[in-house]
């Protein structure tokens, strides 16, 4: 018979002894399946990266190609803007719904059915632009598939944080999220790269095809490998095979979110407003970067400015995420650590953002654009994984609500900056009031964020 010595208890996992004679062992049970083990962890870890990845390639496949295609279409900066933001109508509407269902029914069971969705509008969206010969139904038609595209892929972010809050230790989550999130800039690396040449020598048409059927390949993977592998996992065995008492270590019962008590705590909205203002100035600079330089710098090729930016992304995203846990482990508050790493994202993007109003050639404009967005890369530590430190057990249902407000600026500020540069044709006007907006979000999370649990 076992002895179980239990040394630490929380609502995921219980760390404890196992004693069996002859043998002395120490092992995690997790009350809400198990952790993954170092082997599977890094399998999600590659698999989740590349899924992010493949889903932000299919996002940024619209802002790369907006020039050629605007001009083949006939559309004007409002109307080019309207393409841009209508992904983020769209983005809005599943948002919460994906982390319910992440919550509910897992996560594993959300992404893959999401991803077909997601690449199959990618595929498509080339023939769908060319359904219709009049330059007014074909704008509304791509309006549509952007929505489309927009509600599919808004099951992604929320269902893969319930996975990991689930899955993954809470000293370990912000660098395996960090790295996991990454994945965005380097998606939008492969389509500013690969993406670039492809259009330039075969047309805007081709990236999308390739995108989306990388993106089923990805799907099937995940669905027929890695997901079918962790089904065949049972907590039974598990227990079973570690001799431990099994009403000891039953499961919690799922309980529902508490919205009304959230909704009164100033921690709650910090991260709304502050995720709201990072996301207002991330996705400004996704969808306009590149007519930025189509238009100042009409001689600059499009594989380099669609490229440095999201290349010192990626380091600046994995190393804040290496840096949190590794300040957590050396007993830093999570508190202190999340606005630090959020200071670093929300001061950095203003900063970098007023200076390129003083920017005066390409070298120096390429410099600082990619510095604004680096900055970005910071945010992945801090409010991004926040949800899963202040709600551990619904971190998937608030991540959801979290990126909702998060999406709002997708349609309001590139729709609004697509509208300011029609009418001033001043891109000093669009960053400055950027910068002002990350001031904002960092001030309500500097003064009420917190890294502590609150339900």
Request: net charge positive.
């Amino acid at each position: 018979m076992a002895t179980v010595v239990t040394d630490r208890d929380d609502e995921y996992f219980k760390e404890c002894k196992v004693e069996v004679p002859g043998k002395k062992t120490r092992t995690h049970v997790n009350l809400d399946g198990v952790f993954w083990t170092n082997s599977e962890k890094n399998q999600w870890l590659v698999g989740l990266f590349i899924g992010t990845a493949m889903l932000y390639s299919a996002r940024t496949l619209m802002p790369l190609c907006v020039v050629p295609l605007s001009e083949e279409m006939g559309w004007d900066k409002t109307e080019s803007g309207t393409v841009l933001s209508a992904f983020f109508w769209g983005y809005t509407m599943t948002q919460f719904l994906g982390g319910y269902l992440s919550d509910r029914i897992g996560g594993e069971l959300v992404l893959p059915v999401a991803a077909c969705v997601w690449s199959l509008i990618t595929f498509w969206t080339p023939q769908l632009a060319y359904l219709s010969t009049d330059k007014h139904n074909s704008l509304y038609i791509v309006v549509l598939s952007r929505v489309l595209l927009g509600i599919s892929q808004g099951f992604h972010f929320p269902g893969m944080t319930s996975i990991i809050s689930r899955k993954v230790s809470e000293h370990q989550r912000s660098f395996l999220f960090s790295v996991v999130a990454s994945g965005s800039h380097f998606g939008t690396l492969i389509v500013g790269s690969m993406g670039s040449v492809l259009m330039d020598y075969f047309g805007w048409s081709v990236p999308f095809y390739i995108i989306g059927l990388i993106g089923l390949s990805w799907m099937l993977l995940m669905r027929y490998m890695l997901m079918a592998k962790q089904r065949s996992r049972s907590v039974v065995s598990h227990k079973e095979s570690l001799s431990l008492d099994s009403d000891k270590f039953k499961p919690e019962p799922r309980t529902s979110v508490p919205w009304v008590y959230l909704f009164t705590k100033p921690a709650f909205w910090s991260i709304l407003v502050g995720h709201f203002c990072e996301n207002n100035a991330f996705f400004i600079l996704l969808s306009w970067i590149p007519t930025y330089f189509h238009e100042n710098f009409p001689t600059a090729k499009g594989w380099v400015f669609n490229v440095v930016p999201w290349v010192v992304t990626i380091p600046s995203s994995i190393g804040s995420g290496w840096l949190a846990d590794k300040m957590i482990t050396k007993g830093y508050s999570v508190t202190f650590v999340r606005k630090t790493m959020e200071t670093v994202a929300l001061c950095g993007t203003a900063f970098f953002l007023f200076m390129i109003s003083y920017a005066s050639n390409y070298t120096s404009c390429l410099i600082v654009m990619a510095l604004a967005v680096a900055c970005c890369g910071f945010h992945n530590s801090g409010i991004f994984v926040n949800p899963q430190d202040i709600a551990p057990k619904h971190a998937g249902s608030i991540f959801g609500i979290m990126n909702m407000a998060g999406a709002i600026p997708g349609f309001v500020g590139v729709y609004i900056a697509g509208h300011i540069l029609e009418v001033t044709k001043s891109w000093n006007a669009v960053f400055s009031q950027t910068a002002v907006i990350c001031l904002v979000g960092w001030a309500a999370f500097t003064l009420f964020g917190t890294g502590k649990k609150i339900v």
